[in-house]
């Protein structure tokens, strides 16, 4: 019984760390979508882009959300925010956070 | 014991050599443990570069073999300031370098086909490259049976398409300086889809504006085979008419049917036009090697793919990425595109090679910015949401769109694009 119990911890642990993976990978996959404007993991090249590497998670999510109420004007980001959930949102900004702003 | 230890050693070298000669991708494998599996890509463009980059960046031991012809990567993005002699060759060629300090193996090379039974990609000069996933990312080819006399040897030096930015781009740039003040530039768009939506308004636009300052008595005839302009319209139409009126001229429905080189004249299906410059880009399909591999099981002229990997509906185990594919509901072919569909496609193989559900909610983007003039710059942006129900991505409402209007802070804005989209896709 013991033994069964402890089974089925480790296959909690085991399907909680899978999760955990998954959402890794979306956050990673999803920020990817980025990089073309605002680089590789979001260390822009060039001073024209805001780079996003490093920049705290709470200041892009407010930053997307300004674009896509239009509380802050842009040429194309309010255009591109709308394309994506507030959630997919989260993830994105947590993911640039994580990274380091320099190579 | 001295002796012995020796021999040991010695045989241990030895022995460690024999198996690193047998690896053929001993360099990959070394930087992250056992390899999780061989993927072959053919093709080094806007696909299959950034498959390469994202393929070691995400999986780290994937053994990854990219094929390309050429010895750089030439881009068409950008290429069209080129054509309008405000750009270089040299500003729009980058190398594989950065590739291949990621540990990317590059072969330069013709690849003749795959055989999907044996799992191995044939190179024209007869090697095999044994594969547990391959890429093929081939861009276009162009139909040019579809245009009579196009196909002709001496049709095919004087018209060029210049939709494959390398040497074409450079011999087009010739035939314009060489032209007389007073000549004529005639541009033919076939029906969409086609490579690059916005491209052809855009180097009408480039080819203008050299018209302007340097032969300001040419022209610029766009003959375009749609009913209409078939992207961002009404900014083209503002540009062709703000800032190249008198040289742009405008004709929809106009569809090039014959051409003849030794009078240089295009014949459409009301009348005939006689051009100094005459610029045919041609109906387009699938890369020659996705026809090959036996890929184009939509009208016989692009690949279908499953959207969560994008391999291909025809053939298993081959991913297709980019201009090849059969788009996706108001999915442009373009090198962002591209790039885009590559990230899904690292992403899924990753996951495909390591026995691992593959992401369920991809997403992807587009970005074309098209250059009305040396500085001023429009847009078009999209966001496409993978659509569980109907197995495709389609564009969210409410989001994308154009420009406002043409601007140089996006002037500014495209050149970055280009600077980060080929480090994204190099590893400069």
Same mark, same amino acid.
């Given at each position: 019984m013991q033994s069964i119990h402890r089974l089925g911890a480790g296959l909690l642990v085991l399907s909680a760390s899978l999760a955990q993976a998954q959402d890794a990978n979306l956050a990673r996959n999803l920020a990817a979508t980025c990089a073309n404007c605002h680089g590789t993991n979001g260390r822009a090249l060039g001073d024209t882009?805001? *780079?996003?590497?490093?920049?705290?998670?709470?200041?892009?999510?407010?930053?997307?959300n300004d674009y896509k109420s239009g509380a802050q *004007?842009?040429?194309?980001?309010?255009?591109?925010?709308?394309?994506?959930?507030?959630?997919?949102?989260?993830?994105?900004?947590?993911?640039?956070?994580?990274?380091?702003?320099?190579k | 014991?001295?002796? !012995?230890?020796?021999? $040991?050693?010695?045989?241990?070298?030895? %022995?460690?050599?024999?198996?690193?000669?047998?690896?053929?991708?001993?360099? @990959?494998?070394?930087?992250? %443990?056992?390899?999780?599996?061989?993927? &072959?890509?053919?093709?080094?463009?806007?696909?299959?570069?950034?498959?390469? +980059?994202?393929?070691?960046?995400?999986?780290?031991? &994937?053994?990854?073999?990219? &094929?390309? +012809?050429?010895?750089?990567?030439?881009? @068409?993005?950008? $290429?069209?300031?080129?054509?309008?002699? !405000? /750009?270089?060759?040299?500003?729009?060629?980058?190398?594989?370098?950065?590739?291949?300090?990621?540990?990317?193996?590059?072969?330069?090379?013709?690849?003749a086909a795959i055989d999907p039974q044996a799992r191995e990609v044939r190179l024209?000069?007869? +090697?095999?490259?044994?594969?547990?996933?391959?890429?093929?990312?081939?861009?276009?080819? #162009?139909?040019?049976?579809?245009?009579? %006399?196009?196909?002709?040897?001496?049709?095919?030096?004087? #018209?060029?398409h210049s939709w494959k930015a390398g040497p074409q781009t450079v011999a087009l740039r010739r035939q314009l300086e060489a032209m007389p003040d007073g000549g004529v530039y005639a541009l033919a768009i076939p029906k969409a889809p086609y490579r690059c939506p916005p491209g052809p308004y855009e180097r009408a636009c480039m080819v203008a504006s050299y018209f302007k300052q340097f032969k300001p008595r040419s022209k610029v005839l766009v003959l375009d085979a749609n009913p209409e302009i078939t992207s961002k319209k009404a900014l083209f139409e503002k540009a062709f008419a703000d800032h190249y009126k008198g040289i742009v001229?405008?004709?929809?429905?106009?569809?090039?049917?014959?051409?003849?080189?030794?009078?240089?004249?295009?014949?459409?299906? #009301?009348?005939?036009? /006689?051009?100094?410059?005459?610029?045919?880009?041609?109906?387009? +399909?699938?890369?020659?090697i996705a026809r090959t591999a036996g890929l184009l099981n939509m009208n016989n002229r692009w690949a279908g793919v499953n959207w969560l990997t994008m391999e291909s509906t025809a053939v298993p185990g081959i991913h297709v990425l980019g201009d090849a594919t059969? $788009? =996706?509901?108001?999915?442009?072919?373009?090198?962002h595109m591209a790039n885009q569909h590559a990230k899904v496609a690292a992403a899924a193989i990753i996951q495909l090679l390591k026995?691992?559900?593959?992401?369920?909610?991809?997403?992807?983007?587009?970005? @074309? #910015?098209?250059?009305?003039?040396?500085?001023?710059?429009? !847009?078009? =942006?999209?966001? !496409?949401?993978?659509d569980v129900a109907d197995k495709t991505f389609k564009t969210v409402p409410g989001s994308g769109g154009v420009s406002q209007a043409a601007n140089q802070v996006e002037g500014r804005n495209a050149l970055s694009w280009a600077q980060n989209i080929w480090a994204d896709m190099l590893a400069t």
């Open positions: 882009v805001k *780079p996003l590497a490093g920049v705290s998670a709470d200041k892009i999510v407010a930053a997307i *004007p842009a040429t194309i980001m309010h255009q591109i925010a709308k394309g994506y959930s507030d959630d997919q949102i989260k993830l994105i900004a947590s993911y640039f956070a994580a990274q380091p702003a320099k | 014991m001295t002796q !012995h230890s020796t021999f $040991s050693r010695r045989r241990v070298i030895g %022995g460690g050599l024999a198996a690193m000669a047998s690896l053929p991708f001993v360099g @990959c494998a070394s930087m992250g %443990g056992p390899s999780i599996g061989r993927v &072959v890509i053919v093709g080094g463009g806007f696909g299959g570069a950034t498959a390469a +980059r994202y393929l070691r960046m995400w999986g780290g031991n &994937v053994d990854v073999t990219l &094929v390309e +012809r050429n010895e750089t990567f030439v881009s @068409c993005p950008i $290429s069209n300031l080129v054509l309008g002699g !405000h /750009k270089q060759m040299s500003d729009i060629t980058v190398g594989y370098a950065g590739l291949e300090a990621l540990g990317v193996r590059r072969i330069q090379a013709e690849v024209a000069d007869g +090697r095999k490259l044994p594969y547990d996933r391959v890429i093929v990312s081939p861009g276009v080819d #162009f139909m040019l049976d579809q245009v009579a %006399g196009l196909a002709a040897p001496a049709a095919q030096e004087r #018209f060029l001229e405008y004709r929809a429905n106009n569809e090039l049917k014959t051409v003849d080189a030794t009078t240089g004249t295009a014949k459409l299906e #009301f009348d005939d036009v /006689k051009a100094d410059v005459l610029n045919v880009v041609p109906p387009q +399909r699938a890369g020659d059969f $788009s =996706a509901p108001a999915m442009p072919k373009s090198g026995k691992e559900p593959v992401n369920a909610t991809p997403v992807v983007m587009n970005t @074309c #910015f098209s250059f009305v003039t040396a500085r001023d710059v429009i !847009h078009v =942006a999209s966001v !496409h949401q993978y």
